[in-house]
């Protein structure tokens, strides 16, 4: 009906122009709403309104020469302009319920829209360090970004899903550090651990499995670790930063290249398999795993610095490579190559983004944690140095979400050991409601996440309230057969005009509005919209089911009401798989 709407806007607009009402060179934009008040009507346009000024006109004035061309329309019941110039539109109830028989022929189909016209889109999200297993706050971003995807691709766009593993630089040394000094203690060596080193039991774990592929073949004595290492903190004169890079660089000499980059692979593939287990337990998989490491390797970073330096982009001071960032706005220049020759993550980044547009995605969309804001203008200044479009980079930020358990915030440090796992969390209250839960706000919106009320069982918890919603509809259904009836889909769908009840052309009425929701949340980059409309669109069926019976004995209003319910079944399940959520049959 709103297409409907917009194009007869579209006719009167053209006549209009050709009666010199309105410019013929007047670009147009036609937008039809649902309105939220029923006494507004069904469908409203501010068209009048927009119009008004190239019009030379009163608002009011031109709404009235716009429904003066209307035409007849037996499915519009009634046109008033109201307010400044608004023109509402009342639709006949019959008409209302067309989007029934639609919603069952297109089934898991229904909602999906043309608004990305196929354009390729590059979604990177998670993308956490693989310095050990995720926590809940990596949760949310996953949440996110696994449901931004989804939509996307419902809504029409080309969309790749891409996991960029941080797999070089300091931090990663870090960690098959500490994977190395923690088996030497397996090995029987005594010493203080460094401060600065990953301390989690998963440490203990991966060291562990060092030792039963290796045993004692990587032992080195203690004396020989430690001599000559600067002080840590707690020490005397001590840094603790100083003194894990100063084992970093003794492990990579003890061992040699080959012992090393054999500790160096077993932590990684041992996290990244972690990793990739939880995140398909949650229901998030990837297209793309892109290696940092494999930027270097295959010289994309050398040749985007390169690049850069030809250009004048980069220059040295003190020995280290640094970017003139702040020629394209940014606060001040940005190192990309250290003074002892390491490059940055920024120089990285650099060629990483680089690349990503020479595989010839139109879109990138990365998703970053909330602070992380300030990296963005750097970025997209590298992205116009190197003569590629910045405008292509959109970043979505996620605030980091905060776990309440028995009214306590959670302590969730990786280098500690101390932080709550993302699959502790699916453990406790469920995937379902994990997803749901951490998709319900607005990504850049602050978020404490209530474990009580996600493992509740009532209407206060939006998951339950809108899966319960889909497992009555089952149960409707499973109960025909036991009272001696079965679905008459043809009566069903040619009865329709038998549903007079408010509850019935309001529900209509909502699922009518999912295409378009689709299509507007996916533009916005907003899933959180799915999941605002789905909650309402249980509350409608809840509402529907307490004032009503569905099985009764006249034949053709029983199947109805059950064709009615089955559409907004389907619906409810196609917003439910968006946001990646479960849609039970019975509960």
């Known amino acids: 009906m709103k297409t409907k709407l917009n194009q007869v ?3 009167v607009i053209d006549q209009l122009k050709n009666q010199g009402v309105i410019p013929t060179e007047q670009v147009v934009r036609v937008q039809v709403d649902a309105t939220k008040d029923k006494a507004h009507g069904d469908f409203a346009t501010n068209l009048a309104m927009m119009l008004a000024k190239p019009a030379a006109m009163a608002p009011r004035d031109l709404a009235a020469k716009m429904i003066a061309l209307l035409p007849q329309d037996s499915v519009i019941t009634k046109v008033e302009m109201a307010g400044p110039g608004f023109i509402n539109f009342f639709v006949a109830d019959e008409a209302k319920f067309g989007v029934v028989k639609t919603v069952l022929e297109q089934q898991a189909c229904f909602g999906q829209t043309s608004v990305g016209q196929g354009r390729s889109v590059l979604v990177e999200f998670v993308s956490a360090n693989p310095t050990g297993p995720l926590h809940v706050g990596h949760g949310r971003g996953a949440a996110y970004g696994a449901s931004l995807a989804n939509l996307l691709a419902f809504a029409g766009f080309d969309v790749t899903r891409e996991y ?33 080193g990953y301390k989690g039991d998963y440490i203990y774990a991966i060291s562990r499995q060092l030792f039963d592929q290796r045993g004692d073949g990587l032992r080195k004595p203690v004396f020989e670790v430690f001599a000559g290492i600067r002080a840590d903190e707690g020490e005397q004169g001590g840094d603790k930063e100083q003194h894990v890079d100063d084992l970093i660089a003794r492990a990579k000499a003890l061992l040699g290249a080959t012992d090393y980059e054999l500790v160096f692979g077993l932590v990684l593939r041992d996290i990244l398999t972690d990793i990739e287990e939880d995140l398909a337990g949650f229901g998030v998989t990837f297209d793309n795993w892109f290696s940092e490491r494999s930027l270097m390797h295959t010289g994309v970073v050398d040749a985007a610095l390169e690049k850069l330096q030809k250009s004048g982009k980069v220059y040295e001071l003190n020995g280290a490579l640094w970017f003139r960032s702040t020629d394209y ?6 190192v990309v190559v250290r003074e002892n020759g390491l490059k940055t993550y920024f120089a990285s980044d ?10 010839g995605y139109e879109t990138l969309i990365d998703i970053w944690g909330a602070d992380h804001h300030g990296y963005i203008s750097r970025v997209k200044a590298a992205m116009q140095a190197m003569d590629t479009n910045p405008d292509a980079l959109e970043v979505q930020l996620v605030q980091f979400a905060i776990l309440y358990r028995g009214g306590e915030r959670a302590q969730m440090s990786t280098r500690s050991g101390e932080f709550v796992t993302l699959r502790e969390l699916r453990e406790e209250v469920g995937s379902d409601a994990a997803r749901f839960f951490y998709v319900a706000r607005k990504s850049e919106q ?8 996600a493992k509740s069982k009532s209407n206060e918890n939006p998951v339950y309230y809108i899966q319960y919603a889909h497992a009555r509809i089952c149960n409707v259904m499973n109960q025909l057969e036991p009272k001696g009836y079965q679905l008459d889909l043809s009566q069903g769908l040619a009865s329709l005009d038998l549903l007079v009840e408010t509850h019935e052309t309001d529900l209509a009425s909502k699922i009518a509005q999912f295409p378009e929701l689709v299509s ?5 980059r907003e899933p959180h919209q799915i999941a605002y409309y789905l909650k309402e669109l249980a509350h409608g069926l809840h509402s529907y089911y307490n004032a009503s019976q569905f099985i009764v004995e006249e034949d053709a209003l029983r199947n109805a009401r059950l064709v009615l319910i089955s559409a907004v079944g389907q619906v409810l399940k196609n917003g439910l798989a968006i946001i990646g959520v479960s849609a039970p049959e019975s509960m």
């Open 9 to 11: 806007l579209i006719d």
């Open 329 to 334: 706005g940014d606060e001040k220049d940005r």
């Open 164 to 196: 960029y593993v941080n797999d070089a630089g300091r931090q990663m040394d870090i960690l098959a550090t500490s994977v190395w000094l923690r088996y030497l203690e397996i090995c029987g060596e005594t010493f203080a651990f460094p401060s600065n």
């Open 446 to 453: 602050h978020m404490d996440f209530d474990l009580d009320l």
């Open 520 to 524: 507007r949340a996916a533009l916005a």
């Open 350 to 359: 650099i060629a990483y983004h680089f690349n990503k547009l020479e595989r």
